[in-house]
């Protein structure tokens, strides 16, 4: 596809279960993001890839949190025993190198709600 | 550390007038500077970047920024507001001295554009 693709695009899920996230970058990307969004709030960072460097996990707020992205591609945003407080929009974004003159393009996001 | 602050949460414009929407950043040596919109129930697009060059940044539906160091702002502008530009907007930094960064969003300000 042209642009970031997420899913799923809505959760629902119970507190205490476990919760796969997918991104799929734009093609050649070599940059991959995660951020949370609370309510239409600001934008919490969450988890930096660059290629293959060791990714930047310092926005993860719990070790409930954990992510990875496979073949330099596609990544999956993993909350294990899901907390009512994780209710939120996750998103992904892609750049297509790391520099910091580069924008990133963004997914519609995944809406996780723990009940 | 590098950080951008939107000091306004919500700023109310009529249509056909100008409109700006405030940001101030903080960061050491030359900044690298965005910003982003976020349409109800979308994901963020890019807007704008300021990287070297023109204070002026021209970027996409008539939206400009001026990047005044003095000030340490970049604020973004528009000479006649319309309806359809009502939405989340979000100031944003990276890092300029390092290869591989994380963007850095301001708390977003909220645009709403009466007719």
């Known amino acids: 596809g042209a642009g970031v693709s997420q899913s799923p695009s809505n959760k629902v899920t119970e507190k205490g279960k476990d919760v796969e996230l997918r991104c799929d970058p734009i093609?050649?990307?070599?940059?991959l993001y995660w951020y949370r969004q609370s309510l239409g709030q600001g934008l919490e960072f969450l988890i930096y890839?660059?290629?293959?460097?060791?990714?930047?996990k310092s926005g993860l707020p719990s070790d409930r949190f954990s992510a990875e992205r496979t073949g330099g591609s596609v990544s999956t945003l993993t909350i294990q025993r899901t907390q009512q407080e994780d209710s939120a929009v996750y998103l992904c974004?892609?750049?297509?190198?790391?520099?910091?003159?580069?924008?990133?393009?963004f997914g519609q996001g995944t809406r996780l709600t723990v009940v | 550390a590098q950080s951008v602050a939107q000091p306004e949460d919500q700023v109310n414009v009529a249509e056909g007038n100008p409109l700006t929407v405030k940001c101030t950043y903080s960061?050491?040596?030359?900044?690298?500077l965005f910003w982003y919109v976020q349409y109800p129930n979308r994901g963020l697009q890019f807007l704008l970047k300021y990287i070297t060059g023109d204070n002026l940044v021209k970027g996409s539906y008539g939206f400009e920024a001026e990047f005044n160091k003095s000030q340490t702002s970049f604020h973004l502008k528009k000479p006649s507001a319309l309806v359809s530009d009502s939405a989340l907007y979000f100031c944003?930094?990276?890092?300029?001295?390092?290869?591989?960064?994380?963007?850095?969003f301001g708390s977003g300000t909220r645009l709403s554009i009466r007719p």
């Open positions: 944003a930094v990276r890092d300029p001295y390092s290869s591989a960064s994380k963007i850095i």
């Open positions: 974004a892609s750049s297509l190198a790391g520099g910091p003159n580069t924008e990133a393009f």
């Open positions: 093609s050649g990307h070599t940059a």
């Open positions: 890839f660059q290629g293959n460097s060791a990714p930047d």
């Open positions: 960061v050491s040596g030359n900044p690298y």
